[in-house]
Structure formats: structure tokens, C-alpha cells
């Protein structure tokens, strides 16, 4: 590991350390606020010194960092203006403005939600809103994408829907019926793909066995892939 120092910042492996001095401190403490790292030293302790207590300290401050990672990343929306919201795998920033009647659409990359009055705590209704407007569009490009598809594996899904599910992104009932997770759509078109080709290869196999696995294979080759973003990202898809 090699440490660059610069304006007092020390660039470390994954992160960068702010080096404050303080004459009210002898001995030295690493602080981590929002995945901010800070370090602070007495006025003149060596830079040299510094670097190795962060060594030192190294897989304390990745530990940490990589929890309060985990903590921002299921961290509530707010529903304010400037807030990102991902739609098929693309953020797109929220603007909120006033209007005659409350609406949200996807125009120019923003989300434009109009409001009766700016100057109220709108959250809740613009979170309805964008439920509403997710819902929609996942349900259209779902059915599209799983016709799509269905084509090219040949099979013919007696139904597709979508619902909101706690802890899955599809399922495809024994009388051939596939309902989709809505929140899905947040997630990259590939992953979505993936989705919509594992339900339409349960048409063909109802479980997960090798067999079906080798038939997703052959039209989802990135499929572990997908799966394993899914593993790490499922969670971020909320809102
Ligand atoms: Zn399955």
C-alpha cells in the first residue's frame, strides 16, 4: 500500500484521509462520518508517522467504510428535489414544481413532479405518484420484453403481471402464469432481461434444476452475472 499526501488529504487504497492538526490533541484518532475519512493528529506529528498509523488502521477504516456503504445505499428516499431515482438502470433527478394538479413524468432525464404547493411536505404524495408512474411502465415493458422473448424460446406464458413481492423479482405459477416484481424495472436492462428469461425457462422446467439452468444459459449467458448484481444491488431497488 502507498500513501500520496496533498493538501492535506492522504490518498489511501479506496479512500482518501483529511489530515487535520490540532494543538488540543497528543495523541492521534481516525474519524469516519458519512464515508468521510478524517485523521486527526497532534500539530506536529510527521508525516511519516501519519501514514503508518493509517497502515495500521487500514482494515479498520475498509470495515468501516464498506458498512456505512451499506447503510447510505438502503437509506430511504426523501423525495426532494434533486434526489436520484433509477429507472431500467439510468438515474434520473427529481424536480419538484408547482402546478394545477399533481402529475409525475419522465421528461427531458428528470422526473417532474408538479405539486399544488411547493412549500409543503409533499414526500408521501410524490412517492404515491412514483409508485403509480414505476407500475406502469414496469408492466408495459414486462409484458413487452416477456412476449419478446417467449418467441424466442418458444413458449407461451398463460399470463403476465406484476405485484409488489418482499424478497423476489418473479415467479411463474404451475398453470403458467408469471408475475413480476415491479421494482424490478429500477434495476439495468440486462438484469431485467435475465428475469424475464428465468421465469419463461420455469414454463419449460418448474424448479432449478441443471436442466433449467442450462436452458437460461443459452439465452442469458451473462446469467451468474445477474444474478450475483441482483445479490449485491436487490436492496438499492426501493423506494
Ligand atoms: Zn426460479
Not at 408475475?179 to 436492462?189: S, V
Request: hydrophobic letters at 40%.
Amino acid at each position: 500500500m502507498t500513501l500520496q499526501l496533498h493538501n492535506n488529504v492522504i490518498n489511501g487504497d479506496g479512500y482518501t484521509a483529511k489530515i487535520i492538526r490540532t494543538l488540543r490533541r497528543k495523541t492521534a484518532s481516525v474519524k469516519i462520518v458519512e464515508g468521510n475519512v478524517s485523521i486527526i493528529v497532534p500539530e506536529s506529528l510527521s508525516v511519516d508517522k501519519i501514514e503508518s498509523l493509517l497502515i495500521k488502521k487500514h482494515r479498520w477504516i475498509k470495515e468501516k467504510l464498506a458498512l456505512q456503504d451499506l447503510v447510505i445505499a438502503i437509506k430511504p428516499k426523501e423525495f426532494v428535489s434533486g434526489e436520484s431515482f433509477s429507472y431500467l438502470g439510468r438515474n434520473y433527478r427529481l424536480k419538484i414544481i408547482e402546478g394545477s394538479y399533481p402529475s409525475i413524468k419522465l421528461h427531458q432525464g428528470r422526473f417532474i413532479a408538479s405539486v399544488r404547493y411547493t412549500s409543503v411536505n409533499n414526500a408521501p404524495s410524490i412517492r404515491q405518484m412514483l409508485i403509480r408512474w414505476y407500475k406502469q411502465h414496469a408492466e408495459s415493458k414486462l409484458i413487452e420484453k416477456t412476449q419478446r422473448y417467449a418467441k424466442i424460446i418458444g413458449v407461451h406464458p398463460a399470463s403476465i403481471g406484476i405485484k409488489s413481492f418482499q424478497s423476489r423479482w418473479g415467479s411463474c405459477s404451475l398453470t403458467d402464469d408469471i408475475i413480476y416484481n415491479w421494482k424490478i424495472i429500477m434495476a439495468p436492462n440486462r438484469i431485467v432481461d435475465y428475469v424475464v428469461v428465468h421465469e419463461l425457462c420455469h414454463l419449460h422446467h418448474h424448479n432449478h434444476s441443471p436442466e433449467f439452468w442450462r436452458l437460461v444459459d443459452r439465452y442469458c449467458p451473462d446469467y451468474v452475472d445477474s444474478k450475483e448484481w441482483l445479490k449485491l444491488n436487490g436492496k438499492r431497488l426501493e423506494i
